[in-house]
Structure formats: structure tokens, C-alpha cells
């Protein structure tokens, strides 16, 4: 924990946080901390792909937070995993690789955020990627995230795409094309059968930088003003509170859920819940918490007896399995090289929308209670997610403590619009189940299938949908009062700090957040870098 002064503070090591940290670093006259709460990304089960599934049981790099009782799920809490490493979700997400649509960005702009929009995000996608087999303007190369087709893709997942096709959807060997709607393969964050998470693309390969100090297990209790100021990051360390001081900026990229937490417990938020908290206001901001909101998801799953391709509990599954340890371990190829989301696509509920409204990830597996439930025998699933939600809940703290989650409230499915798209979705979804390349080998599960009218599908989806892990929006920017953080990400009336996250984003993009939040990061980098010049 020496030196204690640095010129740049990160707060938080993940997608966001490993772009700040490996990019302001590249100057080598400014000293640069990433503070991480989680250790480092040195277990197995992240590097390869298929420990996405056990995730769920390593509490130390998956926090399971929860929801608070959502009346929209009738009353159930919801799970919220969160990748507590380095790379943070990155390091525990399905890798899937995806932007969004170009209206995303467009639409942030218009809200009042000018230089985000599509054109003017583009070059960022670009400058952090590099496509292995992509080859063409929408694509970049060369940039330090890997974006590759998988290794080893599950012949079933072939089965999904044809049944899209065969209900009616188009083909799409790209969504991060010209155009997003159709079923295909995701591209996925790997690199030679290994994830490829921020971690593992920034920060790594400049481990070594002299001026870069990277700190494990180290979690930011609060941001210390002075004289309205962010000058220095109180910190807890094993056990002990230390203080580390920054020059020029202090940067929160702690997540949806901390980023907020970590501004309220440092006085910055709505002033009447500081209030209620015992923390002494330092700088009103009503918008600190709100706008939570994510897409909400539904899984179908069907049965494939004898499908041993897939996985599942049984004897011809185990000796898979280990067959597939063997062969990760020696060529890094093989079943263990899935992502378990292999395939999935776009579509719209209503031929007049301008754009898609339900993403589709097809599962290779059972997936039930996000996989914390082990099924017997073979079979696969499909994800059906709503991208553009209306309903929006809040982040608040429940306590002072750093080490307390804060209560989560997404408020899933209150707006009566979400349920209506996301039931149309599901009947698509199941429309594509019964197509002849999966009905042949495959069966719905009885509880989705017999939901024959609206009400009873509606009921299904209240009892078993929760999040596909895309919290977003609880620090936005924008100009209007409720914004936290101006289009340049400062966080308002509070120099010296900004925030860099998903938390930032004005309304959460139609599809995946990793790629999205690192084209963040890699945009505030120049932002930063342009305002240490002034
Ligand atoms: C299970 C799962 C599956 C997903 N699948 C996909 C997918 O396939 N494709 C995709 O694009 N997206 C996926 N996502 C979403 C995507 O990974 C996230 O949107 C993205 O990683 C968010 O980046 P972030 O920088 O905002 O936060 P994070 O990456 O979560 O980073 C926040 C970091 O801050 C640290 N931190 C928090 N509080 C403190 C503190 N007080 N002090 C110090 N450190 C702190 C945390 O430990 C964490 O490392 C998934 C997410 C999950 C959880």
C-alpha cells in the first residue's frame, strides 16, 4: 500500500476499470492506482470458459447480491451476480459479444449527451477491438479485446439457428453488423479457447508498468471532499482504513449497484436518504441510485433425451466432461471452451417497430435459477430477454457500511408495457421450440407449454423471470437535474471526480453491457486525458 499519492485513482477493477487504468497509464508521467475489492483473476474456473457454470458457488469472485421483493416477479427476490476480481463481470460473464444498436447511442445523444452518438462511438468499438474473423468496417483490429467465433461451438446450437430460420427470422453471422435482426452464433470475448475478459486485454499485458499499481482486496469505503473537492479515497485493507490521495482525479467505475452506493456513503446522492442514513450531505444529487433498470428475462427449457452433446446430469455427461477437462487442459479446445450461451438473435414483437425489441440466448444446457439448480438428464434452454424495459427502480443504501450490499429494487416488470413485449417475446420464443429442428429432438417443458392463454403465460413469467445481468443507468449522465455525471462523465458540482461505468449509461443498450461499458471506458479515457492537458 505505498506510495499513497497517485495522479489517477480508479475505483474498481472491472470492464470499465481495467480500460481507465491500463489507458491513463500509457502516459508514463502520470502514476495511476486501480483499486479492486475483490483478489486477483487467478483462479481456473475464470480463465476457462465453461466455469461460467460454477460461478454462482466461488462467493469470493461472484458477489450474489439479491433484489429486494419484486412485486412484478410475484414477490420474488432476484439474483444478482457480480464479478468481485479483476475484470470484475467480465472475469465471471457469458462473454457474449455484442454493441447494441446504433439507435442506442443516437438516442443518448439526443437526451441531452452530445459526442455519444452512434458515429461518434463507433471509432471506440473499433479501437478496442480486434475480430478475428471479421473483416470490415463495423470490425476493428488490432485493439486489445479479442472477439472470436468459439472453438469448439456445440453441433445443437446449429439445431436453434436452423429452427429461428425455419420460424421465419434471417439468418445473421453478425449482429454487430450492419443490421442486429436474426438468429446466428454469438462472437464471444475469447482469445485460443481462454475468456478474454478487461482483465486479461488491459490490464496483464501492463502489469509491469512502473507507474501503474494495481491493489487487491483493497474496497473504497468513501470519497473524502475538500472543500467540495474529490481529493482522497478512503480505503479498508485488510482490516485496517488507509487514505490514498489523488492529484488530479478520482474515478468511480465500481459498477451499477457500488458506483451510487460509493457516492451516497461519501455524501454525494438525494439529500433526504443521506439524511435518513446519518450521512451529512455534501452534495445533493437527487439522480444518485435512481433510473436502475435492466432486462428482464425469461428461460424456457425442453428436455432432449439421449442429446449428451449437451450438457446435464448423467453418466454419458460425465465422461464428457472430463473428456472436456482433458482436452482444455492440453489444446485448450473442446466442450469446456462453450459459453453455454452459444447462440441467440434479434427479433421484433411488432413488424412496424423500427428495431428489435427481444434478444434470444439459446443455452446448451437446462438452465434453471440461473444454473444454481443441477437437472438431471440432457437438454437446453432459451433466454428470452426484453431490451428496451420501461419500468425503473432505485439503488439505496442499507447501511454505512462498505462491506453491506445495498438494497436493490429494479422493479422489474411495474411498467405494464414490459410485460406485454416480453409476452409476445416468449410466445415467439416458444414458436421457435416447436419448429421441426428442435421439436424432433426436443420438449418444452410442461409449465411454459400449457400456459395457453396470456394470463397463464403472463403468471408463468411473473413466477420465473428475473435478470439476464444488465444493471445499468444509476449514476446517468445528461444535463437535467436528475443526471449525475455531464457527457464529459464528471460527476456534477463535485470536481475532481467522475464516474465511468455501466451506471453511467442513460438507458441501457439493446443487448449485452461488457462491450458498451468498455467503449465507455476507452471514450472517458480521451475525455480524461484531454481535461489533464487543459
Ligand atoms: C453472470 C453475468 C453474465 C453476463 N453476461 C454478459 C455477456 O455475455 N456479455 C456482455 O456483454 N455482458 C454480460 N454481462 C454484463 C457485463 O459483464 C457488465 O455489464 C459489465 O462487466 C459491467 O462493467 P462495469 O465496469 O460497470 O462493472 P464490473 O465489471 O462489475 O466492475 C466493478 C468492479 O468494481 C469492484 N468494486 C465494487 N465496489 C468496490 C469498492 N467499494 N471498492 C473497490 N472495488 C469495488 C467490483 O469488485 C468489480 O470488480 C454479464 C454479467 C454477469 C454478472
Given at each position: ?9 480508479v ?11 491500463a ?5 508514463p ?13 487467478t483462479?481456473?474456473?475464470i ?31 432476484g ?6 476480481t ?26 441531452g ?20 474473423r ?63 475478459s ?6 496483464t499485458p ?12 483493497v ?35 465500481a459498477?451499477?449497484?457500488?458506483s ?20 451529512a ?56 471452451t462453450?459459453?453455454f450461451?452459444e ?45 428496451q ?26 411498467h ?17 421450440l ?19 392463454t396470456d394470463?397463464q ?30 457527457p ?47
Open positions: 500500500m505505498n506510495p499513497t499519492s497517485f495522479d489517477y485513482i475505483v474498481g477493477g472491472g470492464s470499465a476499470g481495467c480500460v481507465l487504468a489507458r491513463l497509464s500509457q502516459d508521467s502520470v502514476r495511476v492506482a486501480l483499486l479492486e475489492a475483490g483478489p486477483a483473476d483462479s481456473a474456473l480463465h476457462c470458459p465453461a466455469g461460467l457454470a460454477l460461478m454462482s458457488r466461488m462467493p469470493s469472485i461472484s458477489q450474489g447480491l439479491q433484489t429486494v421483493p419484486q412485486p412484478g416477479l410475484n414477490g420474488r427476490q439474483y444478482q451476480p457480480r464479478g468481485r479483476l475484470g470484475g463481470s467480465s472475469s465471471t460473464n457469458a462473454m457474449v459479444y455484442i454493441r447494441g444498436q446504433h439507435a442506442d447511442y443516437d438516442h443518448w445523444a439526443a437526451l449527451n452530445p459526442g455519444w452518438a452512434w458515429q461518434d462511438v463507433l471509432p471506440y468499438f473499433l479501437k478496442a477491438e480486434h475480430n478475428e471479421v473483416h470490415d468496417a463495423w470490425h476493428g483490429q488490432g485493439g486489445p479485446l479479442n472477439v472470436a467465433d468459439l472453438q469448439s461451438p456445440n453441433p445443437f446450437t446449429q439445431r436453434f439457428v436452423q429452427a429461428g430460420v425455419q420460424a421465419g427470422l434471417p439468418r445473421n453471422p453478425d449482429f454487430n453488423g450492419a443490421t442486429q435482426e436474426g438468429v446466428g452464433i454469438y462472437q464471444v470475448t475469447h482469445k485460443n479457447g481462454e475468456r478474454f478487461a482483465a486479461k486485454a488491459y490490464l501492463n502489469l509491469s508498468r512502473h507507474n501503474l499499481q494495481v491493489m487487491t482486496g474496497t473504497a469505503e468513501k470519497i473524502v471532499l475538500d472543500n467540495g473537492v474529490a481529493r482522497q479515497v478512503q480505503v479498508l485493507h485488510d482490516g485496517a482504513r488507509r487514505t490514498l490521495s489523488a492529484t488530479r482525479e478520482i474515478i468511480v467505475s459498477g451499477a449497484f457500488q451510487p452506493a460509493l457516492l451516497m456513503r461519501s455524501g454525494i446522492g438525494p439529500g433526504a436518504h443521506l439524511q435518513a442514513m446519518g450521512i450531505t455534501l452534495r445533493d444529487l437527487p439522480g444518485v441510485g435512481e433510473n436502475l433498470h435492466d432486462h428482464p428475462d425469461a428461460v424456457l427449457c425442453a428436455d432432449a433425451p439421449g442429446h449428451s452433446e449437451l450438457f446435464g446430469l448423467s453418466l454419458a455427461g460425465a465422461g464428457k466432461a472430463l473428456q472436456g477437462i482433458w482436452q482444455w487442459r492440453g489444446e485448450r479446445k473442446g466442450i469446456l462453450t459459453n450461451a447462440g441467440g438473435g434479434f427479433f421484433k414483437t411488432d413488424a412496424a417497430m423500427a428495431e428489435p425489441n427481444i434478444q434470444l440466448h439459446f443455452v446448451i444446457a437446462k438452465l434453471v435459477d440461473h444454473g444454481r439448480q443441477m437437472q438431471l438428464g440432457h437438454g437446453c434452454s432459451l433466454h428470452v430477454c426484453l431490451l424495459p420501461q419500468s425503473r427502480g432505485s439503488v439505496r443504501l442499507a447501511s454505512t457500511d462498505a462491506t453491506v450490499a445495498p438494497l436493490i429494487d429494479p422493479q422489474f416488470l411495474s405494464p408495457e414490459d410485460m406485454a413485449q416480453l409476452l409476445q417475446g416468449v410466445r415467439q420464443g416458444q414458436r421457435i416447436a419448429q421441426p429442428a428442435l421439436r424432433e429432438v426436443s420438449q418444452e417443458w410442461a409449465a411454459s407449454a400449457q400456459a395457453k394470463a403465460l403472463e403468471h408463468w413469467i411473473r413466477q420465473h423471470a428475473d435478470t439476464i445481468y444488465h444493471p445499468v443507468g444509476t449514476c446517468r449522465m445528461g444535463q437535467d437535474a436528475m443526471a449525475v455525471v455531464d464529459q462523465l464528471r460527476v456534477h458540482g463535485v470536481p475532481g471526480l467522475r464516474v465511468v461505468d455501466a451506471s453511467v449509461m442513460p438507458r441501457v443498450v439493446s443487448g449485452n453491457t461488457n462491450a458498451p461499458t468498455i467503449m465507455l471506458a476507452e471514450k472517458a479515457a480521451d475525455l480524461i486525458r484531454q481535461t489533464g492537458r487543459a
